[in-house]
Structures are given as structure tokens and as C-alpha cells.
């Protein structure tokens, strides 16, 4: 009997996502990337804490946005802003099982380049094409606009500017890019924000613990 993926050797572990036994080889360079890997399978578990235990150097000009510089001061006036965000992230992967890291910081790249136009004065919005990209970009956009409408209400005016939303956004890309691990299929930066939201599958948004990276 052979590993169903190479048919070549012989399957020792058994893999959640194809419910069958796959050699140790493919487990390791098919993760992520044409299997589908749950996120509590223990070889992908595994693997993670040695990533994050081994984490490649990243270049700060290989960080989105690199010339932007964002304060501590404003992470935490605005920890809600950022709680919230994420939390619509949650919740949307929780309603699309099949969102990855990608798709989530595609549509944070494009409503981040949103705002920094905004935040200019001028007007610009283009939308991620996929349906599944989209769909969360509204989700965020809808987000921000219900935020404004009950500051309004709560102090008489909307004091969140779209600089600072982008700002917001930069550092969400920031801690994704840092988190991700670039497969096709990945969801660690997902994962993460889990970890950081433990009650998000009960759709109840709590204060962030994210560090600034």
C-alpha cells in the first residue's frame, strides 16, 4: 500500500483532510498547499509552533506599507477599532470556511489603500474582484460606517478619521504578513487571531492582545 498523493511511499500518517494515512513527505510539502489542513490537525499544529519558534527574518521594507510609521498612542485610543476588525474577520471566515490568509489580507490591502486615499481628501475604492474578497471588504467597510454612526451618537460627533482607519489597517496587514506562512491554502494568520479572540466563535468581540509587531 502506498501514499495515495505520490503513490510512492509509504503512508504513516494519518491526514484529517483526506481522511486516509499519507507518507510523512507529502504531509510536509502538501500542507497547506493542495490539502486543505484543518486547523487542529496535529502535524499542522506541530508545525506551526516550530515556525513560530524559527520565524524568517523579515525586511521592514517587506512589510505592507513600510514608510508608515504608527503609534503605540494610537494602537491603544483606538484598541476598539482594531477588536472590532478582527473580530469581522472572524466572523466572516466562521461563515466562509473556505476564506485563507490571503483572501483576508487581500481585502484588508484594498480597503487599506481605501482609506489612505480618503485620507487625502480624494475618493478612490476598488474593490477585490472575488466574490469571497469582496464579501469581506464590504463586511469591514459596513463595520467601520456602524463604528462612526454609534460614536456619533455616544459623543455628538464621529471623531474616527480615515487616516487613522488606515492606519488601523496597516497594522492588521503588518501582524498578517508576519503571521502567514505564504502557503496557498493557509489560515495561520487566522489561527492567530483566534488565539488572540477565543470567543469569536461565539460571535462575541472582546478587547485585542495583539502586540505590535
Known sequence: MSCPICEKRKPKRFCPAKGE?????????????TIDCPSDCAYLVAARRYEAAHPPPVAPEALPHPDVEISSDLLH????????????????????????DADALAALGALAETFRTLGTGLYYEKPPEAPLRRGLYVQLVHFVEEFRKQESQATGFAALKDSE???????????????????????AFLDFLRA?????????????????P
Open 21 to 33: 494515512k499519507i507518507c510523512a513527505v507529502c504531509c510536509g510539502t502538501e500542507r497547506e498547499v
Open 77 to 100: 485610543e483606538r484598541r476598539a477599532v482594531v477588536s472590532g476588525l478582527s473580530y469581522h474577520i472572524l466572523k466572516y471566515a466562521l461563515e466562509n470556511r473556505e476564506l485563507n
Open 165 to 187: 482607519v488606515f492606519l488601523l489597517l496597516v497594522f492588521l496587514l503588518r501582524v498578517g504578513t508576519r503571521q502567514t506562512n505564504g502557503r496557498l491554502r493557509s489560515r
Open 196 to 212: 488572540q479572540f477565543p470567543h469569536a466563535a461565539e460571535l462575541q468581540p472582546e478587547s485585542p492582545r495583539i502586540i505590535l
